[in-house]
């Protein structure tokens, strides 16, 4: 028996010491073999309960720890990934970055390539405006020469005309007889017996005039008679207006000075208001070459365009309460010429 029990212990010895140490292991002291051969069998159960116990937690305790050292792996695994994400997403921001920015360049070159173009565009267009400028200050030069020449040409046509009256409504044929010298004398004669006997009355000459618009009207061309002087014209054409009816062999005519066609077409226009005043016994009259004068309020009074009648009627209540129609038509009648031009 005791040789067994000696066997058995040298088998626990050995059980014992085949034990890996470990840092974290409870201490186990080295018993001497007389003295393990002293310890009684409990207490060496004891022990290697102990240290199967303190084995089993050193197990699991080094599971724990690989566990741990795994997941630390796997974490640093996945630190490792987001940081190359990471740098990736950087890498990729900067090349971002870099085309902003070379996008930013090109839009600033671009920019400054628009300002330039839109500054010399600027001036090409300040170039235009001054041309466009000149050429209007060279047209307005041009018109108010034209203007001045227009005016001059009526002047010599109306100087030319000076001394010529129209005679309106002569049937042509009539003068086959006796000429239309011969008919002028016979309207004087007709008409005026005092003037027929003036003998310084000359007419120089006398003829129809040409009809250059309408080839198939119907109204007789107007028979023109060029007399000597200025003085025998106004004399005539005065006795008519006081006569007021003139009539050759029984029938109508009409006795008028002879002006251009811009001088008549500037009198034609004073005829609705002069009519008007001549129904309100204003005494119109439309003076050369193309004035009204009437009397107001006892004052004879002159005026070379219609603006200024109109700005004069202003002041003269029953002056404009009497042309407010005729000077509103007036007013129409310009309104539509403006629009069809």
């Given at each position: 028996m005791p040789n067994n029990k000696c066997k058995n212990r040298g088998n626990k010895n050995k059980e014992v010491t085949m034990t890996p140490p470990n840092e974290k292991d409870t201490p186990i002291q080295d018993y001497e073999d007389d003295e393990m051969e002293e310890m009684q069998e409990a207490d060496l159960k004891k022990l290697i309960r102990t240290l199967r116990s303190s084995q089993k937690q050193i197990l699991e305790l080094q599971k724990s720890l690989m566990d741990k050292i795994e997941n630390l792996s796997r974490?640093?695994?996945?630190?490792?990934?987001?940081?190359?994400?990471?740098?990736?997403?950087?890498?990729?921001?900067?090349?971002?970055?870099?085309?902003?920015k070379n996008s930013i360049d090109q839009m600033k070159n671009t920019i400054e390539s628009l300002t330039n173009r839109m500054g010399e565009a600027e001036e090409r267009i300040s170039d235009l405006e001054d041309r466009e400028q000149e050429r209007i200050q060279s047209d307005q030069r041009k018109e108010e020469e034209i203007r001045n020449l227009k005016h001059i040409v009526r002047n010599l046509q109306d100087t030319i005309k000076k001394t010529n009256i129209q005679v309106l409504g002569v049937p042509?044929?009539?003068?086959?007889?006796?000429?239309l010298e011969g008919l002028f004398s016979e309207i004087l004669a007709e008409n005026f017996?005092?003037?027929?006997?003036?003998?310084?009355?000359?007419?120089?000459?006398?003829?129809?005039?040409?009809?250059?618009?309408?080839?198939?009207?119907?109204?007789?061309?107007h028979v023109v008679i060029k007399l000597s002087t200025v003085k025998h014209k106004e004399k005539i054409?005065?006795?008519?207006?006081?006569?007021?009816?003139?009539?050759?062999r029984g029938s109508p005519i009409r006795l008028t000075?002879?002006?251009?066609?811009e001088?008549?077409?500037?009198?034609?226009?004073?005829?609705?208001?002069?009519?008007?005043?001549?129904?309100?016994?204003c005494q119109p009259r439309i003076l050369y070459p193309a004035k009204l004068s009437f009397v107001n309020?006892?004052?004879?009074?002159t005026f070379h365009s219609k603006q200024k009648l109109k700005e004069?009627?202003?002041?003269?209540?029953?002056?404009?309460?009497?042309?407010?129609?005729?000077?509103?038509t007036e007013t129409q009648k310009h309104g539509h010429q403006y629009e069809r031009r």
């Open positions: 974490e640093n695994e996945i630190l490792r990934r987001n940081q190359n994400e990471t740098k990736q997403l950087v890498q990729q921001e900067t090349v971002i970055v870099t085309e902003v042509e044929g009539m003068e086959r007889e006796k000429g017996p005092g003037l027929e006997k003036d003998r310084e009355i000359l007419v120089q000459e006398a003829h129809r005039t040409p009809n250059k618009h309408d080839q198939k009207r119907s109204s007789p061309q054409l005065k006795c008519a207006r006081e006569k007021c009816q003139i009539t050759l000075a002879d002006f251009s066609s001088t008549l077409q500037a009198r034609r226009e004073w005829r609705d208001i002069a009519q008007e005043l001549r129904e309100k016994n309020e006892g004052e004879i009074k004069f009627v202003t002041t003269r209540p029953a002056l404009q309460k009497m042309l407010k129609d005729v000077l509103h």
